[in-house]
């Protein structure tokens, strides 16, 4: 039965129906209220897990900024070697945490699965980069003078996470924050602390096998408020945020005023275009996987396309039968490609967005109604309207694709660039010169450019993030690990003489 595999899951990973604690500091604890992990095919308990108080939270930052402390002296290949072993024991337990994420999220197997892969690449990537955290030599102007740039560590990185990826956009963090010899304290999100528990005991067990302190790694379930203090608090370095841009926007302009370092992961409106010269077949299975995808709950999701004039109807036709063939259902079973909403409230964004759609002149081209039953089963939507409808400039985080005729690129890059947030965007095309274009300084205007692949499915080995609204920061891959350190410029004078720069004479 469902319960039985439910219970293995959660006995694989050292978790309890109840009784679970959600902070973790070194220690155990967590005396505030309980939060309760539902599942989203049944809206039945799965299990629950205590909060932390702010006072416990005081403590475990003091725990944490203490940690640093010693973690800061531990040589970067040394630190490097830990994350390296953080990554053995969660390919040990790869299949059983993916499907605590697609048991607690609704996504997919697969995609749970591919969650956690992505925490190890991003544990392959850091191991490698803490033997490449490199500066730089500068030649001075001075003679007798070596002026050298370097990264030192920031001190302690919270990071607070949001509820569609609850552990790959943690790992992405914890890896670069650790090489980089930083502490962390991870909040998660309310609705998703059972992956969060479980991750942390994996963590928990690889600090105490090398001696190292429990609060390198510390997790703190909560709501808003614990999110809160953390971005007031001076003793958090760097806030890490990813989550919406409504609430992007609230910790931001606390981190801001008190000139804390931020990172901000806040969402998408993210389109493609397919032009008429564009490989068709490639172009739908394309769009069916980055807008139904984890039931189009990415930030990275497909809300917006936009198709060439020529190729408009027959694509749609094409689109609207692949939409069929998606086969609904628990997420968890072999062949499902679309898992429930997260929750309740997403299915009711759902019913308001399909009215919106109507209220404004769009049409149903597929899909429109939530399927009755315990879960958050709604269908997967094509919409047929206008670019600039209100509704098409907001992202509502479920699988409604809007879809507008354009007449050529240039009118689908307006329209591309035109919303307020700018994460991922793709053009379909087999030109070279639009390929350029789109790309080049009148192209789009979004942190990921793609061609001939969908908005989803970002690689680690490249920065991640986006422009305007969808915040600025980028994560993972590249050079995204400086944002961790306390940069640095360095210079200094062997020659025993004090020549001044720029020839100034000082005497
Ligand atoms: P959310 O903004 O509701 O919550 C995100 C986190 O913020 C949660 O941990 C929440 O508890 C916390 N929080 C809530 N109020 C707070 C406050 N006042 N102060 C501090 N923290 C607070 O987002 P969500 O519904 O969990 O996630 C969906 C959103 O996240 C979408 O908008 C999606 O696009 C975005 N997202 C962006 C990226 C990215 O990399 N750009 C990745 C994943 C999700």
């Not at 699965?113 to 392959?124: L, N, P, R, S, T």
């Not at 993210?270 to 039931?295: M, P």
């Not at 969808?470 to 020659?495: H, L, M, P, V």
């Amino acid at each position: 039965s469902a319960f039985a595999k439910h219970a293995a899951i959660l006995s694989e990973l050292g978790l309890k129906p109840t009784g679970n604690k959600g902070l973790f500091d070194g220690q155990w604890g967590g005396s505030g209220p309980v939060q309760t992990a539902v599942s989203p095919v049944t809206n039945e308990t799965i299990a629950e897990v205590s909060t932390a108080t702010i006072d416990e939270l005081k403590v475990a930052i003091a725990k944490a900024k203490k940690a640093q402390e010693e973690w800061r002296l531990v040589p970067a290949p040394r630190r490097g070697e830990i994350v390296r072993q953080i990554r053995e024991r969660l390919e040990k337990h790869k299949h059983a945490l993916g499907s605590l994420v697609s048991l607690e999220v609704g996504k997919i197997y697969a995609e749970g699965v591919g969650e956690i892969q992505e925490y190890i690449d991003i544990c392959d990537f850091a191991t490698g980069l803490s033997r490449a955290l490199n500066g730089s030599v500068i030649p001075s102007e001075r003679p007798g003078h070596f002026m050298m740039e370097q990264y030192n560590p920031l001190g302690v990185v919270g990071i607070i996470s949001a509820f569609n990826f609850p552990a790959a956009v943690a790992g992405w963090n914890v890896a670069l924050a650790l090489i980089t010899g930083n502490a962390t304290i991870w909040k998660p999100a309310p609705s998703t602390p059972l992956i969060s528990v479980a991750i942390s005991k994996i963590i928990q067990d690889v600090l105490e096998e090398n001696n190292l302190p429990g609060a390198l790694h510390t997790m703190v379930c909560g709501g808003a408020d614990v999110g809160e203090y953390l971005a007031k608090s001076s003793d958090i370095n760097l806030v890490s945020f990813t989550g919406s841009t409504e609430v992007g926007r609230k910790v931001g302009t606390i981190v801001q005023n008190r000139f804390g370092k931020l990172l901000l992961e806040l969402g998408g409106n993210n389109a493609i275009i397919v032009n008429e010269d564009a490989d068709l077949e490639l172009a739908v299975r394309a769009c069916l996987f980055a807008a139904v995808g984890t039931a189009g709950q990415r930030c990275t999701t497909t809300r917006r396309l936009f198709l060439h004039e020529k190729i408009h109807d027959q694509f749609v036709e094409r689109l609207v039968k692949a939409y069929a063939q998606v086969k609904i259902g628990d997420p968890l079973e072999e062949g499902v490609l679309c898992g429930p909403l997260h929750t309740k409230v997403a299915v009711e964004h759902y019913k308001k967005t399909i009215e919106a759609v109507k209220a404004q002149g769009g049409k149903i081209l597929v899909g429109g109604n939530v399927i009755p039953g315990p879960g958050n089963f709604v269908e997967p939507t094509i919409t047929s309207i206008d670019a600039n409808a209100a509704i098409v400039q907001h992202e509502v985080f479920v699988p409604i694709l809007h879809v507008s005729k354009i007449k050529n690129l240039e009118e689908g890059i307006k329209f591309n660039n035109q919303v307020a947030q700018g994460l991922s965007s793709s053009l379909f095309t087999q030109d070279i010169s639009n390929v350029f274009k789109w790309t080049g300084p009148a192209g789009s205007d979004c942190g990921i450019v793609n061609v001939n692949i969908p908005t989803n499915g970002a690689e680690i080995g490249g920065a991640f993030g986006g422009e305007k609204e969808t915040g600025g920061g980028r994560e993972s891959g590249s050079d995204s690990w400086k944002q961790y350190c306390r940069r640095q410029t360095a210079t200094i004078n062997f020659s025993g003489a004090l020549p001044l720069a720029q020839g100034i004479k000082f005497e």
